[in-house]
């Protein structure tokens, strides 16, 4: 085995998974912890069907270079005796043997005149070599030619077909690496690993383990195509693809016998996670209810009349082991690895609108925000080779109580499907995605059938009436009618009206799904822009020091607190002081060495909020923020990222007409981002320098004027000289969703660095409307400039 070369290694190091942190508890395992568990059968079944169901792939075909000289000969053993024998059938069986060999060529003609695979390793884009290369002109020739001809030419033709088999493995050997993360790439190069390329990851044997030549066995290691996250299904450590390389280098280099070299000795210096023993806080979670079987009938009609669980039977839910907590009037959910193990635990309460009616469910884990499986993983599912994947445990009961040929699992939250359990779902052929028919039911679909791979995923589209399984059980409607109804999820650049015209009705019809996720503390923001919605940019200015970043902090938290999942780069201003300002408004308090005992109970609140911060400081490369944006959607689902600012990202070291074309480019590559991946994306730009005593306009955003035609959305923080200072306020200068423009006020609180005002009394409200019809703007009183001083001096008192 060769060593690996310093600059693979400094190419890994830099991965930009590295790049992003999670601003979650990290849960590290003490050394003790870390054991290798034993290949149980129950494993190698699973891990045996789990790989089998690769869809094109069988445990039989891989033909893969860099398989180690052992295994080579036996191929070459085998291969050789079946050609001999091949070769005596043709002389004994001529005539019966060319028509068979005729119809096998003309089998392979069809298939690659239809572009289907050749071989099941063979991914289906896989560019196929020219019908002349591959001799097919010569073998529709061949067809006219006698038995004995064709007895003469096998060997001719054998010739041949080895090399177009040798032509076609090179291809192979490219295209197989496709589409993969060049991280992947390279361990894979490096190692010459033996790999399976599935739906969502490669799959290749762990150099420790690996006693035998396929890795479609209990020793394979999953690793994520995109991200390189592995998952190891002998000792079910999972984490980066740093450790994995490093512990394939430590590996190599030890001079420890393989089986007693320990795997992740350090793994202390990565993020290293099993799901191998049964997780304590969760267990005592659990421990809190009682079981379901305590409760008589009619005790347990209440629960499930109280959290709108109607028609879902006691049975079902005790079969996921689910307790109720009477105190709480909580449903205690387990969240268990595929493989069982109890890792999590989910708090469902009801809760209820002031007239007392039932609202909905809130919820909570144990383990905070840290990693987190499905819901539903069932011993007796391991067989089956269709999913269905439901946005709530809810749906996903009600399907386990009335399907029996799917395995059902459902999305811990319904905006995240968690890269560790990808590895798991490999093995499903089909996976529907059930939703419901809403346009933030499709929003999700879209996301997450892209990470499944599109190809093997049945969807609902808006308005295809399919709503929840929940609500098809509690009309009395058909599940199994309605589940005949999912359709491929289409993988084209081409589309119809008709495909098209369920879409359009929903969006007419769901008008309010359709302007996206509302503001709850800037409520004027939602009668202007009318929510946030995916795939738009925006861009946002204001002069400097004029409180951007605290706006942008404060506007970012508002929507975060309401589920959607949030990415920032913070290019000026370092991760540590926004988070510091972004808790502070969280908390709506000052949070200062005095109140510091109410740090932890902040803090912890805070850390459960979808919230990712880029770890980039002043000037960076665009693609590399790019790829780490790309990283964050496919790992986190994100909803929303914030590029603050745009100028401080490009760095200074060039001259005027070099930042306007680069700017430019810039723009491009941030608007094809928010498009392609569906994402909402606010980027921070500086003004030019221009009189301080005039308002900015669009015209004052720095750069040509690609900035703003690029923007679905333009907002400008305005300062309005007054009397007694400034008056701040943002002003919407475009909004492509419907046009509506207009100001929404800002109040700065230096207590809590808030400018939304929500919850709070207006000192003074004048209620005076600007004339302007489309102006929203009631002027308030403002002591921001009395305050700033005094802000500055309170920012330095608070140390965390
Ligand atoms: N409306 C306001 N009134 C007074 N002070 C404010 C206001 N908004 C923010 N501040 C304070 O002003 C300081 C600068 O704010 P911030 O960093 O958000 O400005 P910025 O526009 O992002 O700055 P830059 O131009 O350097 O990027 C901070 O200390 C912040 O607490």
């Avoid at 060319?98 to 560019?127: H, R, Y």
Wanted: hydrophobic share 30%; with cysteine.
């Amino acid at each position: 085995m060769m060593n690996i070369s310093y600059v693979v290694l400094s190419r890994l190091v830099h991965t930009n998974l590295g790049l992003i942190v999670r601003h979650s508890k990290v849960k590290l395992y003490s050394t003790l912890s870390f054991r290798i568990c034993h290949k149980s059968s129950a494993i190698r079944n699973s891990l045996h069907y789990a790989c089998r169901g690769l869809s094109g792939i069988s445990d039989g075909e891989q033909n893969i270079p860099g398989e180690d000289t052992q295994d080579n000969s036996e191929d070459t053993k085998t291969n050789g005796s079946e050609k001999s024998s091949e070769k005596k059938d043709t002389k004994t069986n001529g005539s019966e043997k060319s028509s068979q060999i005729v119809e096998n060529v003309n089998e392979d003609i069809a298939k690659t005149t239809k572009g289907s695979k050749i071989t099941k390793l063979l991914p289906e884009k896989t560019a196929l070599p020219n019908e002349s290369d591959i001799g097919l002109e010569t073998t529709k020739v061949k067809r006219t030619r006698t038995s004995k001809k064709i007895a003469t030419d096998t060997k001719e033709e054998e010739k041949k077909e080895k090399k177009v088999r040798k032509k076609k493995d090179s291809l192979m050997d490219i295209e197989d690496f496709s589409g993969l993360d060049e991280n992947v790439k390279n361990l894979l190069e490096t190692h010459k690993l033996k790999r399976i390329v599935g739906h969502t990851c490669v799959i290749i044997n762990c150099l420790k383990c690996s006693v035998v030549k396929k890795p479609v066995v209990s020793d394979a290691i999953y690793v994520n195509k995109t991200t390189g996250y592995f998952t190891c299904f002998t000792c079910k450590k999972h984490g980066p693809l740093t450790a994995l390389q490093e512990n394939f280098e430590t590996l190599i280099k030890t001079k420890v016998a393989k089986k007693n070299f320990v795997c992740f000795n350090d793994k202390d210096t990565y993020d290293i996670y099993d799901w191998t023993e049964v997780d304590v806080k969760a267990q005592e979670a659990l421990g809190k209810g009682e079981q379901l079987k305590k409760f008589k009938s009619e005790e347990f009609r209440q629960i499930e009349e109280l959290l709108g669980f109607e028609n879902i039977q006691k049975s079902t839910l005790e079969k996921q082991n689910i307790t109720y907590d009477r105190e709480r009037h909580a449903l205690l959910i387990p969240y268990r690895s595929p493989d069982g193990v109890l890792i999590d635990c989910k708090c469902l309460t009801p809760y209820f609108d002031e007239d007392g009616e039932f609202n909905g469910l809130s919820y909570s884990f144990t383990n905070g925000s840290g990693q987190s499986s499905l819901f539903g993983w069932r011993k007796e599912d391991e067989e089956k080779k269709q999913l269905i994947l439901t946005k709530t445990e809810k749906d996903a009961l009600v399907l386990q109580q009335t399907t029996s040929d799917y395995s059902v699992l459902s999305l811990p939250r319904e905006s995240n499907l968690p890269q560790e359990v990808l590895p798991y779902l490999e093995k499903f052929e089909t996976v529907i995605l059930w939703f419901g028919d809403d346009m933030q039911s499709w929003e999700y679909t879209i996301k997450f059938a892209r990470k499944l791979g599109e190809k093997r995923c049945l969807v609902f589209r808006p308005g295809d009436e399919c709503t929840t399984p929940h609500e098809i059980l509690k009309r009395n409607l058909s599940i199994a009618h309605t589940l005949s109804k999912a359709k491929p999820m289409k993988n084209d650049h081409l589309t119809s009206f008709e495909d098209l015209r369920t879409e359009v009705k929903a969006q007419i019809a769901q008008q309010e799904l359709v302007s996206g996720v509302q503001w709850r503390r800037f409520v004027q923001f939602n009668n202007v822009l009318k929510g946030l919605r995916p795939g738009e940019l925006t861009v946002m200015s204001g002069r400097t020091g004029s409180g951007k970043t605290t706006f942008m902090s404060e506007y970012s938290l508002d929507l975060c607190m309401q589920g959607v999942n949030t990415l920032w780069g913070s290019f000026e201003v370092n991760n540590t002081r926004l988070a510091k300002t972004m808790l502070i408004q969280y908390a709506k308090k000052k949070l200062s060495p005095e109140n510091l005992n109410e740090f932890d109970y902040y803090a912890d609140e805070f850390q459960k909020l979808p919230m990712h911060f880029m770890t980039f400081f002043g000037q960076n490369d665009i693609k590399k923020v790019i790829d780490t944006m790309a990283h964050a959607v496919y790992i986190h689902d994100t909803q929303h990222i914030i590029v603050d600012n745009l100028q401080f990202m490009m760095g200074s070291d060039m001259d005027v007409t070099d930042k306007f074309s680069k700017q430019n480019l810039v723009y491009a590559a941030f608007r094809r981002f928010a498009s392609a991946h569906n994402v909402h994306l606010t980027l921070v730009i500086h003004p030019r320098k221009e009189n301080e005593d005039t308002e900015l306009t669009t015209a004052s955003i720095f750069g040509s004027a690609k900035a703003t035609q690029e923007a679905d959305n333009v907002i400008l923080l305005q300062t309005s000289k007054t009397k007694r200072g400034g008056k701040k306020y943002i002003q919407v200068t475009k909004n492509r969703f419907d046009g509506e423009l207009g100001n929404i006020s800002l109040k700065f609180d230096p207590e809590d660095l808030t400018l939304s005002n929500a919850g709070k009394k207006e000192k003074k409200s004048s209620g005076k409307k600007i004339s302007d019809k489309k102006t929203i703007y009631t002027e308030f009183e403002d002591f921001s400039d009395e305050y700033e001083d005094e802000e500055e001096e309170k920012q330095k008192e608070f140390i965390m």
